[in-house]
């Protein structure tokens, strides 16, 4: 889903726009534009202009993040302790331990609108109209890759943000005349990532109040604020408004903290659960009532580790469950009339960076980087485009050795960029080089891990088809040092729960304990619920195998998943610890 990941207060200013690396779907149209015609909108291909062409890129470092820019050295600078400043606004909201982290910084990528080259017309013109490559008669609406576009439809975006699943990279084009750094915002799509990516996972409660209130997140030069709340219905606020007696219906406590979300989002207890989560949270955040926010944090720390409990909300908050309710009942009032206001106090001021101009090693890996994600976004949406991000990205990796250019940080990207392609012949050499370098990439050493676990599955030096402890330590090597980078992985544990599912390895309570640690990391994760009860069937452990099996079911896997997971009950129900366990695909 297409949405904006850094926006501004004024039309005049320029948006960034946030995407999932995978799993991409249309965006729909609003304000001046056809809801009826869906635009083709493409990433930049004028960053994969000539490394070499003026005006040269500088690069910069600044917490978190890494810069390479176009623009001058006083936007530069003012764009990064803008972005700086807005993070901190919402960490004053959601402090920085419970959103997703990143070992890898942020790759931003400014310039100048008026040095900018424009490609579109050129674009346009070499690949002509595209057609559609759907055979249905009726094209789904807003599904680029069954509709046909015409060239006044094609549109090229000059702000996004793409993220890996291990890295987040930004990049804008600045019409430096009027760029206005107090207008930078975040947006409610990337507010919505950093709390939904975080691991182990925020309470559902927790993350569904949080959306409720980023999505109407106003940012202000020294605070967050929130508009007065809504609530079920327009019918109930409005009577609320007019009497503070009004009848109101609210879940208990228990619903609200220890139920799982209502499965029937447009249910009328789904939208009141929704409602008050948000009301929850404007209480904690009162702000004559600190305290409660330090209570809050508490609770939701404990709750990564145990489920919630009534005797634990009283430990922090000093109220029963009933003695909640009735508080929010009280307070419900208040809320819908009042906006919230978050403020972090004063405010660091972040050093100007200093830049200096970027190595070809720098513009090759950042660049490479960008490019290689938005081959990922054109093909997925746009394939009819991707062979001319796809020939740009080559130019950019092409012309980064020639500028003597060897930072193992660009054999690594690279090395994604080969795997991304498919092609693991070129991708293994980079991977081992960046390893061996040890850089900070957590898939870097997954993907490693991967093609070393092919090599050594096509023969297993084990007994009976198995892979040797040697062939199985290659492999989990890289593993080890994926699972010391942020963020986890799933991939990580799945792919060691694979090598130790097909090796002869003995296994001890503490590899056991590794496998518990990746569920509680990624719970819902289905393929590694799967790989997991394989593992524990295998190791004479039934009841944990049954139960990780009911557990996966009751996540409603796809038909593929769920006919593993049944033939696995049905082992394990049929003959208990005497099935051999079958190989984890």
């Keep these: 889903m297409k949405t904006p990941a850094i926006a501004v207060r004024h039309a005049r200013a320029l ?62 600078k003012k764009f990064a ?54 055979t249905e008669a009726s094209p789904q609406e807003g599904n680029p890759a069954t509709r046909r576009p015409h060239s006044n439809t094609i549109r090229f975006l000059p702000n996004l943000r793409l993220y890996d699943v291990d890295a987040v990279a930004i990049y804008t084009i600045i019409d430096e005349e009027q760029f206005e750094p107090d207008e930078l915002v975040l947006s409610f ?124 909300f009283r430990e922090y908050f000093a109220l029963s469950y009933s003695d909640m309710r009735d508080r929010l009942s009280d307070y419900l009032p208040v809320a819908i009339q009042a906006a919230m206001r978050v403020q972090p106090g004063k405010l660091t001021e972040l050093p100007a960076p200093k830049l200096r101009l970027a190595t070809g090693a720098e513009i090759g890996r950042m660049k490479g980087d960008w490019e290689r994600l938005e081959i990922s976004y054109v093909k997925t949406r746009y394939p009819h485009f991707v062979a001319k991000y796809e020939e740009q990205a080559q130019r950019t990796f092409a012309k980064a050795p020639a500028l003597g250019a060897q930072d193992p940080r660009l054999f690594a990207v690279r090395a994604l960029h080969a795997c991304d392609q498919g092609n693991d012949q070129a991708a293994r050499p980079l991977l081992e080089t960046a390893a061996q370098a040890k850089v900070v990439r957590p898939r870097i050493y997954c993907e490693l891990a991967r093609l070393r676990l092919a090599e050594a599955l096509a023969q297993p030096a084990g007994k009976q088809g198995a892979l040797s402890l040697a062939q199985a330590n290659r492999v989990l090597e890289p593993l080890a040092r994926a699972r010391t980078q942020s963020p986890p992985l799933a991939q990580a544990y799945e792919l060691t729960a694979e090598v130790w ?3 002869d390895v003995a296994l001890g309570p ?76």
């Excluded at 948006?15 to 965006?27: D, E, Q, R, S, Y």
């Excluded at 910069?60 to 810069?67: M, N, R």
């Excluded at 919402?90 to 920085?96: E, G, I, S």
């Excluded at 007019?242 to 879940?251: G, S």
Aim: charged share 20%; with cysteine.
């Design 189 to 312: 799509s990337y507010m919505c990532f950093l709390v939904e990516r975080r691991t182990p996972p925020l309470p559902a409660w927790l993350c569904a109040g949080i959306v409720r209130l980023c999505a109407v997140a106003q940012f202000e030069p020294g605070a967050l604020v929130f508009p007065p709340a809504g609530w079920v219905s327009a019918e109930e606020k409005a009577g609320l408004k007019n009497d503070p007696d009004f009848p109101r219906t609210l879940l208990s406590m228990r619903e609200l903290l220890e139920a799982p979300s209502p499965p029937d989002a447009d249910s009328d207890t789904a939208l009141r659960w929704q409602a008050q989560t948000e009301l929850f949270l404007r209480w904690v955040f009162e702000p004559d009532a600190p305290h409660r926010r330090a209570a809050l944090w508490k609770l939701v720390a404990r709750a990564g580790a145990e489920p919630v409990t009534e005797a634990m």
């Design 501 to 503: 599912s097909r090796s």
């Design 15 to 76: 948006a960034l726009v946030a995407f999932a690396a995978t799993g991409f779907g249309a965006g729909r149209l609003s304000g001046a534009e056809s809801a009826a015609e869906s635009f083709v909108e493409l990433p930049p291909l004028e960053v994969s202009a000539a490394i070499a062409s003026p005006p040269p890129w500088q690069y910069a470092e600044a917490p978190g993040s890494e810069i390479l820019s176009r623009c001058s050295a006083t936007t530069t």
């Design 81 to 134: 302790q803008a972005h700086h400043r807005i993070e901190q606004l919402f960490a004053a909201f959601v402090p920085r331990e419970f959103q997703a982290q990143f070992a890898v910084p942020t790759l931003i990528i400014l310039a100048d609108k008026k040095t900018t080259p424009s490609v579109a017309r050129d674009l346009i013109a070499t690949q002509g109209t595209p057609e559609t490559e759907s």
């Design 510 to 585: 503490q590899h056991l304990a590794l496998m518990d640690e990746g569920l509680h990391l990624f719970p819902a994760q289905i393929s590694l619920l799967y790989r997991v009860a394989v593992l524990k069937m295998a190791q004479g452990r039934g009841a944990e195998a049954t139960a990780l099996v009911e557990r996966g079911l009751a996540l409603n896997p796809g038909a593929g998943w769920k006919t593993r997971f049944d033939k696995l009950q049905a082992l394990l129900a049929k003959a208990g610890q005497k099935s051999p366990a079958p190989a984890a695909k």
